[in-house]
T-cell receptor
Framework: DTEVTQTPKHLVMGMTNKKSLKCEQH?????MYWYKQKAKKPPELMFV???????INESVPSRFSPECPNSSLLNLHLHALQPEDSALYLC?????????????FGPGTRLTVT | KQEVTQIPAALSVPEGENLVLNCSFT??????LQWFRQDPGKGLTSLLL?????REQTSGRLNASLDKSSGRSTLYIAASQPGDSATYLC???????????FGKGTRLHILP
């Protein structure tokens, strides 16, 4: 199974809402990633978890809060977002350790902030 | 600062032709380079991963090469098909901080 799943596929939320994005993989990967992708732009790294610990935070605003409750799950909690946060949010996973391993991406969650 | 550039930004070719997509990067201190395909509004599908010690990788009609010293990679697609139409992204994994940097992609359209 080389699949990374993400839920929901689409999400529309107001600026005062609290919502969460979910990512799951069962490949035994111990590194998981959140990316943000705006239209016609490449993905931009947001967070990296390695062995369930946050290892990279790319200076992301605190209205985005990641969580890695176990080795298969990665969440992104959203609160007080702005319309410019509307984007495709992609989750990825890989084996952990030195960066020689292939990344596998999920299908993404299309987020619209109104 | 690592920069990744992909040329051309867009490409249209008739079905059946062979084609080459280019990727260049400024910092040769990388762990690997990965080529992805992305269909509109979808996630990324990994095509090929080349480690820094390797020169090329092949999968079916795809062949990717890596020249780390000159900071270049190419993705060769043989006998193109309409189903190959997508955006192709290259990404390098920087060895000094393990961060992954993407190019802006090449939008490929195969004409039936």
């Amino acid at each position: 199974d080389t699949e990374v799943t993400q839920t929901p596929k689409h999400l529309v939320m107001g600026m005062t809402n609290k919502k969460s994005l979910k990512c799951e993989q069962h490949m035994g990967h111990r590194a998981m990633y959140w990316y943000k992708q705006k239209a016609k732009k490449p993905p931009e790294l947001m967070f990296v978890y390695s062995y369930e610990k946050l290892s990279i935070n790319e200076s992301v605003p605190s209205r985005f809060s990641p969580e890695c409750p176990n080795s298969s799950l990665l969440n992104l909690h959203l609160h007080a977002l702005q319309p410019e946060d509307s984007a495709l949010y992609l989750c990825a996973s890989s084996q952990a350790g030195t960066g020689i391993y292939e990344q596998y991406f999920g299908p993404g969650t299309r987020l619209t902030v109104t | 600062k690592q920069e990744v550039t992909q040329i051309p930004a867009a490409l249209s070719v008739p079905e059946g032709e062979n084609l080459v997509l280019n990727c260049s990067f400024t910092d040769s201190a990388i762990y690997n380079l990965q080529w992805f395909r992305q269909d509109p509004g979808k996630g990324l599908t990994s095509l090929l991963l080349i480690q820094s010690s390797q020169r090329e990788q092949t999968s079916g009609r795809l062949n990717a090469s890596l020249d780390k010293s000159s900071g270049r990679s190419t993705l060769y697609i043989a006998a193109s098909q309409p189903g190959d139409s997508a955006t192709y992204l290259c990404a390098v994994r920087r060895s000094r901080d393990d961060k992954i940097i993407f190019g802006k992609g090449t939008r490929l359209h195969i004409l039936p």
